[in-house]
């Protein structure tokens, strides 16, 4: 398995963001790491929420 970092999702929003392109993170995979915890999920509906909120979480935050 392969982690993805929340902060490279986030680098990755906010650089596509800076240049006009459209961002859609559609699913965080089983191993995304948020402050070095583990907060991914094993089915793949649940990663798909998941990355979900998070997308609403950058729209907000950034």
């Known amino acids: 398995m ?3 970092e ?3 999702v ?3 929003y906010l650089e596509a963001r800076e240049r006009n392109i459209e961002f859609y993170f559609h699913q965080c995979g089983s191993m995304f790491l948020r402050d070095g915890k583990n907060t991914g999920k094993w089915n ?3 990663q798909i929420k998941r990355a ?3 997308q609403h ?3 907000k935050t950034c």
Request: net charge negative; no cysteine; charged share 45%.
């Open 2 to 4: 392969r982690p993805i």
């Open 6 to 8: 929340y902060e490279w």
């Open 44 to 46: 793949l509906n649940e």
């Open 52 to 54: 979900e909120e998070i």
């Open 57 to 59: 979480e950058l729209e």
């Open 10 to 12: 986030k680098a990755l």
